[in-house]
């Protein structure tokens, strides 16, 4: 359903990871190429980033498509980061429609976003969550838990719902974790820095697919890959 991308690197413009790109989360938000589910992300979109001198994530939210946010666009080449989380979204029937239903979700220095849907019900009962939105549900039990135990957390949550689709997206300002369980996933790694997504968002080559149910975490020194099963 959604679609998101993250950046661990040098400072680079929210418009370039954003906008620019031939195919990027804005296209994505009414072209995506490699969707399973769903088929346009119009409800709603959210960028959160982390900048010097700030001990938390600032965010940007809508409950509209990305397209219709042109203030963003205005201001988005002057908003340069080392460390973005960004999703544009689709939402599972039956959500609600609203902003603080839209990725990422925070806790202290985490952003996290969810692609994919749960079962409500099998979640432990959780505080804080910023929505009742499945997503936002799921990120508050994976900030409960802490972020080290994301693939036992997602491997929990995965039992207790065969069905569940479980494609998180986190960040802390210095790491990127993700993992995949039934969506897509790409990676491209390159000097200036590491981008993870559903899906690329340009014919770079030098994208490679994420395996399904395996855990990534992205720091500095490189990506590592673990499996999940
Ligand atoms: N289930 C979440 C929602 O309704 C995420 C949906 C998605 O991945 N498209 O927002």
Same mark, same amino acid.
């Given at each position: 359903?959604?679609?998101?991308?993250?950046?661990?690197?040098?400072?680079?413009?929210?418009?370039?990871?954003?906008?620019?790109?031939?195919?990027?989360?804005?296209?994505?938000?009414?072209?995506?190429?490699?969707?399973?589910?769903?088929?346009?992300?119009?409800?709603?979109?959210?960028?959160?980033?982390?900048?010097?001198?700030?001990?938390?994530?600032?965010?940007?939210?809508?409950?509209?498509?990305?397209?219709?946010?042109?203030?963003?666009?205005?201001?988005?080449?002057?908003?340069?980061?080392?460390?973005?989380?960004?999703?544009?979204?689709?939402?599972?029937?039956?959500?609600?429609?609203?902003?603080?239903?839209?990725?990422?979700?925070?806790?202290?220095?985490?952003?996290?976003?969810?692609?994919?849907?749960?079962?409500?019900?099998?979640?432990?009962?959780?505080?804080? !969550?910023?929505? @009742?939105?499945?997503? #936002?549900?799921?990120?508050?039990?994976?900030? %409960?838990?802490?972020?080290? *135990?994301? +693939? /036992?957390?997602?491997?929990?949550?995965?039992?207790?719902?065969?069905?569940?689709?479980?494609?998180?997206?986190? !960040?802390?300002? @210095?790491?990127?974790? #993700?993992?995949?369980?039934?969506?897509?996933? %790409?990676?491209?790694?390159? *000097?200036? +820095? /590491?981008?993870?997504?559903?899906?690329?968002?340009?014919?770079?080559?030098?994208?490679?697919?994420?395996?399904?149910?395996?855990?990534?975490?992205?720091?500095?020194?490189?990506?590592?890959?673990?499996?999940?099963?």
């Amino acid at each position: 359903m959604c679609r998101h991308l993250a950046w661990l690197g040098r400072p680079r413009s929210l418009a370039s990871l954003v906008l620019e790109p031939p195919s990027s989360l804005l296209v994505q938000s009414w072209a995506p190429r490699r969707q399973r589910y769903g088929t346009v992300n119009a409800d709603g979109w959210g960028v959160g980033f982390f900048a010097p001198g700030r001990s938390g994530p600032a965010r940007w939210r809508s409950a509209r498509p990305l397209w219709a946010d042109p203030s963003f666009a205005s201001v988005a080449p002057v908003l340069d980061s080392g460390c973005v989380v960004a999703a544009v979204r689709s939402a599972t029937v039956g959500m609600p429609l609203e902003e603080s239903a839209v990725a990422p979700f925070t806790d202290g220095r985490w952003l996290l976003s969810h692609n994919g849907r749960v079962d409500r019900s099998v979640l432990p009962p959780v505080r804080d !969550a910023e929505s @009742t939105v499945d997503s #936002a549900l799921l990120a508050a039990l994976v900030f %409960s838990r802490g972020l080290r *135990a994301l +693939g /036992t957390t997602v491997r929990e949550v995965a039992a207790a719902d065969p069905d569940a689709r479980l494609n998180l997206l986190a !960040a802390d300002g @210095t790491r990127l974790l #993700a993992t995949t369980w039934g969506d897509t996933l %790409s990676a491209l790694v390159t *000097a200036e +820095g /590491t981008a993870l997504a559903s899906e690329p968002w340009d014919d770079d080559p030098a994208w490679t697919d994420v395996p399904d149910r395996h855990l990534v975490e992205v720091t500095p020194d490189g990506l590592t890959l673990t499996p999940l099963d």
